[in-house]
């Protein structure tokens, strides 16, 4: 019997790689409207090393490019990429379609809704919060919270404490299947690959049931406690 369904955040709630791309693409053109010499080509490389390096959630991306580039940073430059990359981020932060109707119809069959995400608290509450999803989730579990990163069981084990639910009364549904699956089937979780959201090209993802659109989630469930 299902009774709690757990979201990954980022690329299965929320369109998270469309939003970094418009929002960087924003920043690098305001700082070489302000004086930034480097191409822009040349500026998306390294900052996409940046983020390598240090996280794709690392928060002092322009001051490391600009100090690189100067030795220093140039407030100008960098408080034109900062406002540019806050800007661009909320127009382009949206949920994927049938998010928030997926939810509605979960929550109407009075299942408990929750989040494991590897994002900063911070970060992760700022999302679900700015597309008005802060309030329909039941337990939200960041990195901070665990301080483990998925595929560690720790997450995982953590968010289904919070519930108050045993592993195999929880689905999973995640994009990334080397960690929302295989983190989640190591505590006993069904799972559910969100292949709409998937950046990896995975053929296979040995999760439980695959989806291509997260209002199949509906169907998985009503099939799984009609067994």
Do not use: C
């Amino acid at each position: 019997m299902i009774t709690a369904v757990v979201f990954d955040l980022d690329n299965t709630l929320v369109d998270f790689m469309a939003m970094k791309r418009q929002a960087v693409d924003g920043a690098i053109h305001a700082m070489r409207d302000a004086g930034l010499k480097l191409s822009v080509e040349e500026t998306k490389q390294r900052i996409d090393r940046i983020y390598k390096d240090k996280g794709i959630e690392f928060q002092l991306v322009f001051d490391e490019l600009l100090y690189q580039e100067f030795s220093k940073i140039d407030y100008k430059i960098l408080s034109a990429g900062v406002i540019a990359y806050r800007r661009a981020r909320e127009a382009a932060l949206v949920s994927y379609p049938h998010v928030t109707m997926t939810l509605m119809e979960l929550a109407k069959m009075h299942l408990k809704l929750g989040v494991v995400s590897d994002a900063p608290a911070k970060e992760a509450w700022l999302r679900l919060t700015y597309l008005n999803l802060h309030h329909i989730f039941d337990a939200v579990v960041t990195f901070d919270d665990s301080g483990e990163r998925k595929p560690n069981p720790g997450p995982f084990r953590k968010v289904l404490k919070r519930l108050g639910v045993k592993a195999d009364e929880a689905l999973m549904v995640g994009d990334w299947a080397e960690r929302d699956v295989v983190g989640a089937k190591q505590v006993g979780m069904k799972t559910v690959f969100a292949r709409y959201g998937d950046t990896f090209g995975t053929l296979v993802s040995n999760a439980d049931y695959d989806v291509d659109d997260v209002a199949q989630v509906v169907e998985i469930v009503k099939n799984e406690n009609a067994q």
